[in-house]
């Protein structure tokens, strides 16, 4: 039995660009259809984003919200998929089947194989793969976010569901009206369950109207918390604020919003556009894609980081330096991406802990008076932050240590550095005692989301005291290769040069004013047929399927 997700609209926006069918990709146990386009002349390796329709559309869906435009004039490569009707009666991802949104089965299969395809036929940036799709296919986008995590590095979900929210057609139906019903923990424990991955996690995009009829808005806040869990983070948001007509809600790690909830008051079923040639203008409204005067797809491709507001320009002549403060919101640019210093005073926000304050520095005291009789073992203090880096970067914290293990050789006292549970510097004093004003620790940072740990340990195995103290003077990660901030900021530096300059990044609201619209032929043909689900599902007839793969 299949579901129907009650969405339709069969987009026949004349695509201006190429758009081509890939006839084979892989096994395809959920029989899937694929389309590309690939800019010509792009620079490579290409950036790739997988698109996912809604119920009775085609891969149309593409063109209509006007991303085809946008990767051409972006540079990033699109695989678009499209359902057919011999698997679900109205054309919608079966996001609700067991087998077909577990890893290595069904749909879920077919669309990662559509990643692998593209990745054999062109130069892909592994780093750089996201995945976005309207209702059931913002459902399966959940689903492949989940499934799927060491793929996709991000998604932007419209109008879908938390992954799981429902398994069968009973669950589906009540998951669609009103939202999961589960508890924060759960929502996380099944991304957690859906592949043996531990991170770092895909970053996510919530899209949703406050007068959806046809999937309550409940579920947009589901996903907000199911997988700002899943990073890490509070249940509440770093940040509020807006987007054009959208509320925008940010989870942060650092200057990175890992998890972003837009709301907008008013709208119903859809993705949100703003037609028009001229720029800032996206999409050819129609059913389900909405004209709100918002160019969502903009803002999809620059919470990817695909949008090139990177490029600055600059003058001068030479080599120099400067300093500046930007306004806005987005990942970090390349350069710094944090400072921990006490020549500011600290800014502890987003670090979790237990760090005692010494006139202003921040330090870390563990001490241990043994085990059995005395009760303590291994003691421990630590403090500990995610950061999303936006490149190769190198970690380094400068800490003045006192470590006191001078009792025999069952004592220990240390301080280390640890990356994602994994200690990557570090020192220790066993029998003996360290005093190390102004010791380095440093460790490389592969781009992507990584938990940075500091902690003291002590271990005694008699009653007399073994103790670490860290006194921690500065934690510093930096991108090594100089590149190009994102975004408008404002700043004062000195320095000499010619050519190109950097600007800090942001995610301003008027950043999606430069860039142009969907080039679809004006009075393209847009059905507006609607096919509703009312109490019963609908049920697919003589699909024939490959058995389930890994």
Same mark, same amino acid.
């Given at each position: 039995?299949?579901?129907?997700?009650?969405?339709?609209?069969?987009?026949?926006?004349?695509?201006?660009?190429?758009?081509?069918?890939?006839?084979?990709?892989?096994?395809?146990?959920?029989?899937?259809?694929?389309?590309?386009?690939? /800019?010509?002349? %792009?620079?490579? =390796?290409?950036?790739?984003?997988?698109?996912?329709?809604?119920?009775?559309? *085609?891969?149309?869906?593409?063109?209509?919200?006007?991303?085809?435009?946008?990767?051409?004039?972006?540079?990033?490569?699109?695989?678009?998929?499209?359902?057919?009707?011999?698997?679900?009666?109205?054309?919608?991802?079966?996001?609700?089947?067991?087998?077909?949104?577990?890893?290595?089965?069904?749909?879920?299969?077919?669309?990662?194989?559509?990643?692998?395809?593209?990745?054999?036929?062109?130069?892909?940036?592994?780093?750089?793969?996201?995945?976005?799709?309207?209702?059931?296919?913002?459902?399966?986008? %959940?689903?492949?976010?989940?499934?799927?995590?060491?793929?996709?590095?991000?998604?932007?979900?419209?109008?879908?569901?938390?992954?799981?929210?429902?398994?069968?057609?009973?669950?589906?139906?009540?998951?669609?009206?009103?939202?999961?019903?589960?508890?924060?923990?759960?929502?996380?424990?099944?991304?957690?369950?859906?592949?043996?991955?531990?991170?770092?996690?895909?970053?996510?995009?919530?899209?949703?109207?406050?007068?959806?009829?046809?999937?309550?808005?409940?579920?947009?806040?589901?996903?907000?918390?199911?997988?700002?869990?899943?990073?890490?983070? /509070?249940?509440?948001?770093?940040?509020?604020? *807006?987007?054009?007509?959208?509320?925008?809600?940010?989870?942060?790690?650092?200057?990175?919003?890992?998890?972003?909830?837009?709301?907008?008051?008013?709208?119903?079923?859809?993705? =949100?556009?703003?037609?028009?040639?001229?720029?800032?203008?996206?999409?050819?409204?129609?059913?389900?894609?909405?004209?709100?005067?918002?160019?969502?797809?903009?803002?999809?491709?620059?919470?990817?980081?695909?949008?090139?507001?990177?490029?600055?320009?600059?003058?001068?002549?030479? !080599?120099?330096?400067?300093?500046?403060?930007?306004?806005?919101?987005?990942?970090?640019?390349?350069?710094?991406?944090?400072?921990?210093?006490?020549?500011?005073?600290?800014?502890?926000?987003?670090?979790?802990?237990?760090?005692?304050?010494?006139?202003?520095?921040?330090?870390?005291?563990?001490?241990?008076?043994?085990?059995?009789?005395?009760?303590?073992?291994?003691?421990?203090?630590?403090?500990?932050?995610?950061?999303?880096?936006?490149?190769?970067?190198?970690?380094?914290?400068?800490?003045?240590?006192?470590?006191?293990?001078?009792?025999?050789?069952?004592?220990?006292?240390?301080?280390?550095?640890?990356?994602?549970?994994?200690?990557?510097?570090?020192?220790?004093?066993?029998?003996?005692?360290?005093?190390? /004003?102004?010791?380095?620790? *440093?460790? %490389?940072?592969?781009?992507?989301?990584?938990?940075?740990?500091?902690?003291?340990?002590?271990?005694?195995?008699?009653?007399?005291?073994?103790?670490?103290?860290?006194?921690?003077?500065?934690?510093?990660?930096?991108?090594?290769?100089?590149?190009?901030?994102?975004?408008?900021?404002?700043?004062?530096?000195?320095?000499?040069?010619?050519?190109?300059?950097?600007?800090?990044?942001? !995610?301003?609201?008027?950043?999606?004013?430069?860039? /142009?619209?969907?080039?679809?032929?004006?009075?393209?043909?847009?059905?507006?047929?609607?096919?509703?689900?009312?109490?019963?599902?609908?049920?697919?007839?003589?699909?024939?399927?490959?058995?389930?793969?890994?």
């Amino acid at each position: 039995m299949r579901l129907a997700w009650p969405l339709g609209a069969s987009l026949l926006c004349t695509p201006a660009l190429a758009v081509d069918a890939v006839e084979s990709f892989g096994t395809n146990p959920g029989e899937l259809r694929m389309f590309e386009h690939v /800019p010509a002349g %792009a620079a490579a =390796p290409l950036p790739l984003v997988l698109v996912l329709h809604g119920c009775t559309q *085609t891969h149309d869906y593409a063109q209509a919200v006007g991303l085809v435009d946008l990767a051409e004039q972006h540079g990033f490569a699109l695989a678009l998929a499209e359902q057919d009707s011999s698997n679900n009666a109205s054309s919608c991802f079966n996001w609700f089947e067991p087998g077909d949104i577990a890893r290595g089965q069904g749909e879920a299969l077919s669309l990662a194989q559509m990643v692998e395809a593209m990745k054999a036929r062109y130069d892909i940036d592994d780093g750089r793969v996201f995945v976005t799709g309207l209702s059931a296919g913002g459902a399966m986008t %959940a689903v492949m976010l989940a499934a799927y995590p060491d793929v996709f590095a991000g998604g932007a979900v419209f109008a879908g569901v938390s992954y799981r929210c429902g398994t069968g057609i009973s669950d589906a139906f009540s998951c669609m009206n009103n939202g999961a019903g589960d508890t924060r923990e759960l929502l996380t424990q099944r991304v957690r369950d859906a592949s043996s991955w531990g991170g770092p996690w895909p970053r996510v995009q919530v899209w949703h109207g406050d007068a959806d009829t046809t999937v309550d808005p409940q579920n947009a806040l589901d996903l907000a918390q199911q997988w700002s869990a899943v990073h890490g983070l /509070p249940a509440s948001p770093s940040t509020t604020g *807006t987007l054009g007509p959208a509320q925008r809600s940010s989870w942060r790690s650092g200057n990175a919003a890992m998890v972003e909830l837009l709301q907008l008051a008013g709208m119903n079923h859809g993705t =949100p556009v703003d037609p028009g040639s001229g720029a800032g203008h996206c999409g050819t409204a129609g059913a389900f894609v909405l004209d709100v005067d918002l160019c969502s797809s903009a803002a999809v491709i620059a919470f990817f980081g695909l949008d090139g507001a990177s490029e600055g320009e600059g003058e001068g002549e030479g !080599e120099g330096e400067g300093e500046g403060e930007g306004e806005g919101e987005g990942d970090p640019a390349p350069g710094l991406v944090e400072t921990f210093s006490d020549l500011d005073g600290y800014d502890l926000d987003g670090w979790q802990g237990d760090a005692h304050s010494d006139a202003g520095i921040a330090t870390l005291r563990a001490a241990s008076s043994g085990a059995g009789a005395c009760g303590e073992g291994v003691v421990r203090a630590s403090l500990a932050r995610t950061f999303m880096i936006p490149a190769a970067a190198t970690l380094t914290v400068h800490a003045d240590l006192s470590l006191s293990a001078a009792i025999n050789v069952a004592t220990r006292a240390a301080f280390f550095v640890t990356v994602d549970g994994v200690v990557v510097d570090g020192r220790e004093a066993v029998f003996a005692s360290l005093d190390a /004003p102004g010791e380095v620790l *440093t460790a %490389a940072l592969a781009a992507g989301t990584h938990e940075i740990a500091l902690v003291a340990e002590a271990d005694s195995n008699v009653c007399i005291t073994a103790a670490a103290e860290a006194r921690i003077d500065e934690v510093r990660v930096a991108v090594e290769d100089e590149g190009e901030g994102e975004g408008e900021g404002e700043g004062e530096g000195e320095g000499e040069g010619e050519g190109e300059g950097e600007g800090d990044e942001g !995610e301003d609201e008027d950043a999606l004013d430069d860039i /142009p619209g969907c080039a679809c032929r004006q009075g393209a043909r847009v059905s507006t047929s609607l096919a509703w689900l009312g109490a019963l599902a609908l049920v697919s007839l003589g699909r024939r399927r490959a058995q389930p793969s890994a």
